[in-house]
């Protein structure tokens, strides 16, 4: 028999499972398991929380889970295995592999493709600096596309990940209320760089070395053939890997991913927000979006025209290259903030949002403002001889950049932008609490399952702590309530 104070060790994971229902993943795994040919030996269904048990426990190599579940009966049971039988390495591969959906001839020609050596770049960037766009006008492009109704990428091979995340995990957050207004969601976009575990050395296959040069050029065989540089901008280095874009649903107590997507290490974020919130669309047909907070890498025009098209209202940071460039010239003198400057040269006040004309009220600091911001108005000649004093208004659709519905740089719109952190802790749940970079994994099939991974437990954490809170006792679930007692 187990040591009885190491399975009370377990009541947190064991909470998680618990709670975690994976009848609805059945009628999406069903079909990649056939009734013809060799039947499977294992509950595909039981392979799936084996996975999500082994993040929890912050294993990062299958062949290591694989000898975990032979040698802890607990774990296995855990898993739904029986302890003398679990599955090995093959069938965990096996079962990641069945939901890539990308042809195998395919991935078998990337794997042997031979490519040059992916040359470190040496131009640093400044603090907080991001890497330009790669091809100019892309995201005008992408908008385009996306307005008109065109999926960007509808042959995405991890589709069915992101739909066993959704229908599992997201829609049960909804129904619990971690994820709040449903119908208005605030959705936070933002990047995050992930260090793949290859090299970016590559293999060499010629014969130079023989031949006594040892610094060639030649095309080599890359472990992982998609993994490029990227520019990390907050520690102010190159890295070799992938960009994780997320989209967190921020505004409560939890701030919890919704949609993940990886590229190339130097995709710039707004090529990845217009794709990731037109994906985020389709899956998840239930929802809809009220607000987007963004970094000033989402400040470009064509992404607020998407917004717009799309009643999202946007809380995004301005680019400092692109303060005071206009596409049209406003109908008022502006600061860099989109806030009218009365003739005197002062910010005016803001006095609210007129929905049914969509337009904003601004009126004449020296009568308008606070006394505060009287104090620092030197105006001896008043521009208007009404005593309401000079009255301008701005209309959004004039400029969706500038004159947003919630002005840019009020206390409203900070307090809404403010939430944008939420993205970075989300971030820091997933290196730091679920360790994913040492998973030093290799390719888009495994970062795109340990991500999931990952956030499936963020959402699971958030289940756990309530339920406690509302005073759930595991082992009276499981024991039956005389026998905890």
Known sequence: ASNPTRVESFAEPLTKLWLLDLDTAIPILLPHFP?????????????????????????????????????????AVLSGFEPAKT????????????????????????????????RKPSKRLKA??????????IVDKLVVYTVKGRDPFPLRAERLIQKVFARCVVDRSVQLGFIPHPLDLVLAGDGTPIRTGASHFGVKVC?????????????RRFSDPQARWGWDSYRQEYFYGYTLYELNAVGSSHSLPVYLRFAQAQRHDSVMGVVSLAEFRRLYPQLKAGKFLGDSAH???????????????????????????FRYAPPVAVNDYGIPLCPKGFDMVFCGYQKDRNRLKWRCPNIAGSKRSKSRVLCDSPCSPST???????????????FTPTPRNSKAWRDVYKLRSGSERSFSRKK???????????????????????????????????????????????????VAA
């Open 388 to 402: 309401y004093g000079r009255t301008v208004y701005t209309k959004p659709h004039d400029d969706f950049r500038l």
């Open 128 to 137: 907080g600096e991001k890497l330009p766009v790669k091809h100019p006008g």
């Open 87 to 118: 599955p090995g390495v093959g069938t965990f591969y096996d079962f990641i592999n069945r939901f890539w959906l990308e042809d195998d001839d395919l991935q078998a020609k990337r794997r042997k493709q031979l490519s040059k050596p992916f």
């Open 35 to 75: 009734d013809s040919g060799r039947p499977v030996e294992f509950d595909p269904v039981d392979l799936l929380r084996s996975l999500i048990l082994m993040t929890d426990q912050k294993m990062f190599g299958i062949t290591q889970w694989v000898n975990v579940l032979r040698s802890d009966r607990i774990l």
């Open 299 to 325: 400040d470009v025009y064509s992404f607020y025209e998407l917004l717009n098209h799309w009643t999202v209202e946007p809380f995004i940071d301005l680019n400092p290259k692109n303060k005071g460039h």
């Open 432 to 482: 730091k609490d679920y360790e994913l970079e040492r998973c030093r994994v290799r390719g888009l099939k495994a970062w795109y399952w340990r991500a999931h991974f990952a956030a499936i437990n963020q959402h699971l954490d958030a289940w756990v702590e309530q339920s406690l809170k509302n005073g759930f006792d595991i082992w009276a679930e499981v024991l039956g309530a005389s």
């Open 207 to 219: 014969d130079c070395r023989k031949n006594g040069v040892f610094n060639c050029d030649c095309p």
